[in-house]
């Protein structure tokens, strides 16, 4: 039954996500529009969703304990990214968070720190040089 209440609660936001990504206006010039990329997450999302109505697991296991923390101090720490991008800046932002994230699935802190530094710069070239999505690049108090 759970797994029919989380695939509803899905389905509806998924629904309101597409819906709403038809309203987006963009200054530049973008080829496909920018509702492109949340209809292409919006049907993804609404299928799967569907799949959890339709075949449900017969005996859902919650889980608990520390996996359960886990997965909530990375829903908090992606919270915290999009909260603090602009403040921060997109290259001090990603980095903190990929480190972090790394750090909750247990890597240790050099790799974590490596992986955050690479993510960080090719994340940016790509969307702010390839696609020209516009990012803050430093932080508030340098620019």
């Known amino acids: 039954m759970t797994d029919r209440i989380v695939g509803c609660i899905l ?4 629904i ?5 990504a038809g309203d987006y206006e963009a200054r530049f010039g973008d080829p496909l529009g920018p509702a492109a990329l949340p209809m ?44 603090f991008l602009e403040t921060l ?11 972090l994230l790394g750090k909750l699935l247990r890597s240790t802190w050099l790799l974590s720190a490596a992986s955050g530094a690479v993510m960080s710069v090719v994340l940016f070239v790509l ?4 696609l020209g999505l516009p990012l803050p690049l430093l932080p508030e108090f340098m620019g």
């Open 16 to 20: 309101a996500y597409g819906i709403t």
């Open 40 to 83: 292409m997450l919006a049907v993804p999302a609404a299928l799967l969703s569907l799949a959890l109505i339709l075949k449900p697991d017969p005996d859902p296991a919650w889980v608990t304990g520390r996996p359960m923390l886990r997965q909530l101090a990375a829903l908090v720490l992606l919270l915290g990214y999009a909260q």
């Open 89 to 99: 800046g997109f290259l001090l932002a990603t980095f903190i968070a990929v480190t």
């Open 11 to 14: 389905l509806a936001i998924a």
């Open 127 to 130: 969307f702010d040089q390839l």
